[in-house]
């Protein structure tokens, strides 16, 4: 697919994103903005062009081998040290094969992995003590160290035609996920502990309110870390990696502003292995990226539970443009942990390209979880087929397990352009009695070779203009 070619910036006053309480002021029905698309120069506007200071510290210059047998751990930490105390610059990382441990990132610094570089992280889970702050499945908690991680840095990015390869791998982190669709997948085997106590035992506190400070979890809890977590940064980049074989979720912003994701790709199918997850930020770019997973390409999340009403932050001004997405759950997924509400999602010119993907575009809540998903909009997707729906919106899910009386809203969802070849369903929608789904609007869209009719289940507003629903097959 070729690269997305923006549109010129406008020059519109931005609702600033730091507006983080409360419903938001343009709710499904009351919306006075004729083309919502619009808004999108001015959430671009908010992400700011970088340049660090041109000042390389090459890792091999402190002791780094590469050679794909040494460890150059400290090699490299010594890289990032003398990077911070220049006052910022690029940490390079040449051709080479570098074995190593997490990495924590500093403002004002850029870690440029060449191309013809791999950067390997030790599956030594003992490495990635002591524990950092971090949210776990929309949870916050002291848990093991992402295998790159910023916290509370800005101006960070992560740059290259590198490979950053996180050797996980059936036996190696996917196996603490425990039974996860057969053993076969993840090197688990029956007797064997997994994270359900220590998962539990986290949800047990967060709706307790206990101190996330006191939340510790080890790596005798088989709570896995993610791949790459910035924790509450600003200006972010991510750009021109490969990243590979995932303990968890692979790049993971978190409580962030101005963030780019660009010309990334993600190969990793482990279990929960979604590709990018915006989570609780704002203003987000993510383009021209392939990711290939064993979860939900993109999605975008707010915190669970209590404890995302807690920090009660949202997800909002997030643009995904120009992307292809290939195996996975979903291609785009809002959810399942939005508890602290997501709006303003816009999503364009993607190619959902791969028989073995789920679901096209998905939302995903219960009563539990709660939220308010509105405001998103999407265009000019082409989809070669997915086995299940294309449209999918689901207030049950995971209902079996949590049943609360956090009801969630989801409304204003605008799909225009939509192209499917092969499809289970075209869309299916499982709203709530006591809170039905309400105004999605589909336009000039095709549906082709669909095996099953529709389910509109506790659905209000629903159009359909200009689209072709062929009967069922």
């Given at each position: 697919?070729?690269?997305?070619?923006?549109?010129?910036?406008?020059?519109?006053?931005?609702?600033?994103?730091?507006?983080?309480?409360?419903?938001?002021?343009?709710?499904?029905?009351?919306?006075?903005?004729?083309?919502?698309?619009?808004?999108?120069?001015?959430?671009?506007?908010?992400?700011?062009?970088?340049?660090?200071?041109?000042?390389?510290?090459?890792?091999?210059?402190?002791?780094?081998?590469?050679?794909?047998?040494?460890?150059?751990?400290?090699?490299?930490?010594?890289?990032?040290?003398?990077?911070?105390?220049?006052?910022?610059?690029?940490?390079?990382?040449?051709?080479?094969?570098?074995?190593?441990?997490?990495?924590?990132?500093?403002?004002?610094?850029?870690?440029?992995?060449?191309?013809?570089?791999?950067?390997?992280?030790?599956?030594?889970?003992?490495?990635?003590?002591?524990?950092?702050?971090?949210?776990?499945?929309?949870?916050?908690?002291?848990?093991?160290?992402?295998?790159?991680?910023?916290?509370?840095?800005?101006?960070?990015?992560?740059?290259?035609?590198?490979?950053?390869?996180?050797?996980?791998?059936?036996?190696?982190?996917?196996?603490?996920?425990?039974?996860?669709?057969?053993?076969?997948?993840?090197?688990?085997?029956?007797?064997?502990?997994?994270?359900?106590?220590?998962?539990?035992?986290?949800?047990?506190?967060?709706?307790?309110?206990?101190?996330?400070?006191?939340?510790?979890?080890?790596?005798?809890?088989?709570?896995?870390?993610?791949?790459?977590?910035?924790?509450?940064?600003?200006?972010?980049?991510?750009?021109?990696?490969?990243?590979?074989?995932?303990?968890?979720?692979?790049?993971?912003?978190?409580?962030?502003?101005?963030?780019?994701?660009?010309?990334?790709?993600?190969?990793?199918?482990?279990?929960?292995?979604?590709?990018?997850?915006?989570?609780?930020?704002?203003?987000?770019?993510?383009?021209?990226?392939?990711?290939?997973?064993?979860?939900?390409?993109?999605?975008?999340?707010?915190?669970?539970?209590?404890?995302?009403?807690?920090?009660?932050?949202?997800?909002?001004?997030?643009?995904?443009?120009?992307?292809?997405?290939?195996?996975?759950?979903?291609?785009?997924?809002?959810?399942?942990?939005?508890?602290?509400?997501?709006?303003?999602?816009?999503?364009?010119?993607?190619?959902?390209?791969?028989?073995?993907?789920?679901?096209?575009?998905?939302?995903?809540?219960?009563?539990?979880?709660?939220?308010?998903?509105?405001?998103?909009?999407?265009?000019?997707l082409k989809v070669r087929g997915v086995r299940d729906a294309v449209v999918q919106i689901d207030l049950l899910y995971a209902q079996a397990e949590e049943q609360g009386n956090r009801l969630p809203r989801v409304s204003e969802i605008v799909i225009e352009r939509l192209a499917c070849a092969q499809s289970g369903r075209a869309v299916w929608i499982e709203g709530l009695a006591a809170m039905p789904v309400?105004?999605?609007?589909?336009?000039?869209?095709?549906?082709?070779?669909?095996?099953?009719?529709?389910?509109?289940?506790?659905?209000?507003?629903?159009?359909?203009?200009?689209?072709?629903?062929?009967?069922?097959?």
């Amino acid at each position: 697919m070729a690269p997305y070619q923006p549109a010129p910036a406008s020059v519109a006053t931005p609702d600033h994103c730091g507006k983080r309480t409360g419903e938001s002021a343009a709710v499904s029905g009351r919306r006075t903005i004729a083309d919502p698309w619009t808004e999108v120069p001015a959430i671009l506007a908010r992400i700011p062009a970088r340049a660090f200071p041109s000042r390389d510290r090459v890792v091999t210059d402190y002791g780094a081998v590469g050679d794909g047998r040494t460890d150059d751990h400290a090699a490299l930490v010594r890289a990032i040290a003398a990077c911070v105390a220049g006052g910022g610059g690029r940490v390079v990382v040449p051709p080479g094969d570098y074995l190593t441990g997490p990495l924590h990132l500093r403002s004002h610094m850029n870690l440029h992995v060449c191309a013809g570089a791999t950067l390997r992280f030790t599956t030594d889970s003992c490495r990635y003590l002591p524990p950092v702050f971090t949210r776990w499945e929309g949870m916050e908690c002291m848990g093991l160290s992402p295998l790159i991680y910023a916290c509370e840095q800005e101006h960070v990015a992560i740059t290259g035609g590198g490979v950053l390869d996180g050797q996980a791998g059936p036996g190696r982190w996917w196996n603490w996920a425990g039974p996860w669709e057969g053993t076969r997948s993840t090197g688990w085997t029956p007797g064997q502990p997994h994270q359900a106590a220590a998962r539990d035992r986290l949800k047990h506190w967060a709706e307790s309110g206990i101190p996330v400070r006191q939340r510790i979890f080890t790596e005798q809890d088989l709570l896995r870390p993610m791949f790459i977590q910035f924790y509450r940064c600003h200006d972010v980049l991510v750009e021109g990696i490969t990243l590979q074989n995932s303990p968890m979720w692979g790049i993971h912003p978190v409580l962030c502003q101005a963030v780019t994701v660009r010309r990334v790709k993600i190969d990793s199918h482990g279990p929960n292995n979604d590709g990018c997850v915006a989570d609780s930020c704002c203003d987000v770019l993510i383009e021209d990226c392939l990711l290939d997973t064993g979860d939900d390409c993109v999605a975008v999340k707010s915190g669970r539970n209590q404890d995302g009403l807690r920090v009660n932050v949202p997800a909002e001004g997030i643009v995904i443009r120009g992307c292809r997405m290939l195996n996975g759950h979903g291609g785009v997924a809002i959810g399942s942990e939005i508890s602290g509400s997501v709006r303003r999602v816009f999503v364009e010119q993607c190619m959902m390209d791969s028989p073995h993907l789920d679901l096209a575009f998905r939302i995903k809540a219960n009563s539990t979880r709660g939220g308010v998903v509105e405001q998103i909009y999407l265009r000019d997707l082409k989809v070669r087929g997915v086995r299940d729906a294309v449209v999918q919106i689901d207030l049950l899910y995971a209902q079996a397990e949590e049943q609360g009386n956090r009801l969630p809203r989801v409304s204003e969802i605008v799909i225009e352009r939509l192209a499917c070849a092969q499809s289970g369903r075209a869309v299916w929608i499982e709203g709530l009695a006591a809170m039905p789904v309400r105004d999605v609007h589909i336009r000039d869209s095709v549906f082709r070779r669909v095996e099953a009719a529709n389910i509109l289940h506790h659905v209000e507003g629903f159009t359909a203009r200009q689209v072709v629903f062929p009967a069922p097959a």
